[in-house]
């Protein structure tokens, strides 16, 4: 097969799987034009229509699905295969897609990138910052990170931070209007952000645990964000209440910017884990970064080998 089909297929399954042609062409560092008429040349070739598209959504057809479903994973082992032989080269290369909440790609992926990346200058890194239960296998990424109690079964899971705990925490300004909440129950007559998931569209549900007690708030207010940055800004207004990593706010906790309740119903649980799936092979540069994320502190969860 001419090498120009190779690529053509490459950019199908990319627009396959992001269900955008601007995504897939961002991903693929391609104008979204450019990226169209490959589409178009590629369903001239085949004499099948590929694609669905309206002006609100894009999906395979039958056909589509076919080709996304057999020759998707042949692609993606041409290209483990071509990234394995970046052993015979000096210094590891090649790219690494990684999904992550932003929390943990400001705290513990770009620390390490940091450390990493300027004696490796061949080797590329996209972080790609998701909340979504993402099937990493299937949307195209070398791993994801997860805190470690929901990481999926048959992945392989290493710990790359210590324990956690999530705070409930709102500013001085907001507790000066309320009085500040004794039990989780308390929180259905506060303001509180919420965060929007993009697993079904829902909102992240409050967990708290004390003693043998665990319990869910779903909790209300006048803000929803899908992003954790956000949800911090409101909150430092005065806006209500959030819910977020003890880490990313222990600055402005100090600084008395902000103010922690319920500190007694936030357990730690086990700290964040990159993962992927066992049976893929994987390149050098994604080893490299794997031993220069792992976490040799104390964990709940066994280290993989």
């Not at 009085?179 to 952000?193: E, K």
């Amino acid at each position: 097969m001419p090498r120009e089909n190779l690529n053509d297929l490459s950019a199908f399954i990319a627009v396959a799987r992001e269900g955008s042609f601007t995504r897939a062409a961002a991903r693929l560092g391609v104008s979204q034009p450019a990226l169209s008429h490959t589409i178009r040349q590629l369903e001239a070739r085949l004499g099948l229509r590929l694609l669905t598209r309206t002006t609100r959504s894009l999906a395979p057809t039958e056909a589509g699905q076919r080709l996304l479903r057999t020759v998707g994973p042949r692609l993606e082992e041409i290209d483990a295969e071509l990234a394995a032989l970046s052993e015979l080269r000096e210094k590891p290369a090649g790219t690494i897609r990684i999904a992550a909440t932003e929390n943990a790609a400001e705290t513990i992926l770009w620390p390490a990138l940091q450390r990493l990346l300027p004696d490796y200058p061949d080797i590329r890194v996209e972080i790609v910052i998701d909340y979504g239960l993402t099937d990493i296998a299937a949307e195209g990424y070398d791993a994801g990170v997860r805190p470690g109690g929901n990481v999926s079964k048959g992945m392989i899971a290493v710990p790359i931070g210590p324990d956690m705990r999530m705070a409930v925490v709102g500013a001085p300004a907001y507790f000066a209007r309320h009085a500040a909440p004794r039990t989780p129950q308390d929180l259905t007559a506060h303001a509180c952000i919420n965060l929007r998931l993009p697993t079904h569209g829902g909102l992240y549900v409050w967990e708290f645990e004390k003693g043998r007690r665990e319990l869910r708030v779903r909790v209300e207010g006048q803000l929803v964000f899908n992003t954790a940055a956000l949800i911090l800004t409101a909150t430092l207004a005065g806006f209500g209440l959030a819910y977020l990593p003890e880490k990313q706010v222990e600055q402005h906790l100090a600084d008395g910017r902000l103010v922690q309740v319920l500190a007694d119903w936030c357990a730690p649980f086990p700290g964040y884990h990159i993962y992927y799936p066992s049976g893929r092979q994987h390149s050098p540069a994604f080893a490299l970064l794997i031993r220069a994320l792992r976490y040799r502190g104390p964990s709940r969860l066994p280290q993989a080998s």
